[in-house]
């Protein structure tokens, strides 16, 4: 028995070795094997870096969305998130006229224009993806809030 094995396979120093070749093993007669000796990594190599600073949550709220530049036309387009971090949301629309690196400003959460809880950014589109049924999925990063106050600094709140 311990003959028939070793004429039908050799290990050489971590690579196996077939004697004997077939049609299909023509081009793969030699295979690298791990050596038992080195254990196996505990976490897979990260092959795209996850370029995200904090974590998303799944939030559906509505928004408002209108571009900043003046060289786009003008439009108001009021989606429903589909997620969202501190640094970015997450949406999906009908409109095919967003692209990567377009600056819009963003209103989330958005209730009414003359709401006055409502907090509007300044963001950057970073990723348009084609989706089925003629809807777009887009990536927003949130660059900075919009102030209409003057005399306080971003980011804090006045009292009237």
């Known amino acids: 028995m311990e003959l028939l094995l070793s004429r039908q396979y050799q290990i050489q120093r971590n690579i ?6 077939t049609p299909m ?3 793969r007669k030699k295979c690298r094997v791990r050596p038992l000796d080195r254990p196996m990594p505990e976490t897979p190599e990260n092959v795209y870096p996850d370029k995200r600073v ?3 949550a799944k939030i559906s709220k509505p928004l408002r969305v209108r571009p ?10 009021m989606p ?3 997620n969202a ?7 999906h629309s009908r409109r095919s006229t967003y692209y ?10 958005f209730s009414s224009a003359h709401d006055p809880m409502n907090c509007e ?21 949130l660059l900075m809030t919009v102030n209409y106050s003057s005399s306080a600094p971003p980011g804090s709140i006045t009292r009237a």
């Open 100 to 109: 990567k690196g377009m600056r819009v400003f963003v209103t989330f959460p």
């Open 25 to 27: 093993m023509e081009g």
């Open 80 to 82: 429903v998130s589909v």
């Open 121 to 141: 950014y300044v963001a950057e589109v970073v990723r348009v993806e084609e989706l089925p049924n003629a809807k777009f999925g887009v990536a927003l990063h």
């Open 54 to 56: 904090s974590r998303r």
């Open 68 to 77: 900043s530049e003046p060289r786009d036309d003008h439009f108001e387009d």
């Open 16 to 21: 196996l070795t077939f004697p004997f070749s």
């Open 85 to 91: 971090s501190k640094e970015g949301i997450y949406f």
